[in-house]
């Protein structure tokens, strides 16, 4: 019976397709990247679903595909869509000088000196390109709504990060139900052109290149716990947490637990989407946090 059951797994590793991935940066154009459409989940509720201008204008940020490994042209902005980046660029500075890591901070002022950040205008994505290529070689490719973790995970393997260019409604500048503008350029942009953040950041995507669907849920809560909410001393690194002022608060003013990283703990974590997250992990510093998450990816 051992015999046959060794025998029948023998042939049905045999017979497994492999699992195809990108092999370069301009694969990526060859991944599927539909997107989870969260204005027909939530309907009248979506913000802004009244707004006939903003919706039309919404649409047509989403349905615009750039191949990864060409210039991506700017977006046309309306005055509202730069009036609400207007209102979150400040409130969030004021709190990233306070609770932010060190490293993000140096980043944004740098973004500022160099006039590609203003506090009127949403930022392009061509600009902010030419700055991250020059730090870490790290590029923004516009995508039209959250896309799947596998294909996600395969952009950070080539340094390329699958960002949204719509912004949020000027009615909620405070929540947005899903990622936008002001999610990468405010919470990721910064880090993403700090060589070790690139690395471990990278480190992950490699690892999920044809990788099981089992490896890629560990992979993307790892990159959950560290890129997008993670905590190092007593800073934040985390996106999630740097984009919006109630979770940066909710975890400057120490309202959220933390504890030190440990894998096993983090693998066993849910995701908490639609409310403020109760449990963070730290390192004591990015150093630590990159060895951490190279450790976790191992695993
Ligand atoms: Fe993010």
Redesign the pocket.
Known sequence: MAMKSLLLNQTKQLFTKPIWYPRSRRDLDCIDKSHRNIIDDLGNSYPGSNDIDYMNWLSSMRNYDTPADSDVPDAYYPEQANKTWNILYGKLKELHSLYACDEHNQNLIELENKNIYTENEVPQFSKVNNWLNSKTGFKLVPVGGMINARSFLYGLAYRVFF?SRYIRHISSPFYAVE?DVV??LM??VPLFANEEMAEFSQEIGKKSLGASDEKIDQLAKIYYYS??FGVIGEKILG??IL?SSGEIINVGEKKCKVEPWELKKVLNMDYVLHDFQPLLFKANSLTEMKKFVFEAVES
């Open positions: 960002a990622p999610h990468d919470g990721h890129v997008e996106a999630g984009s």
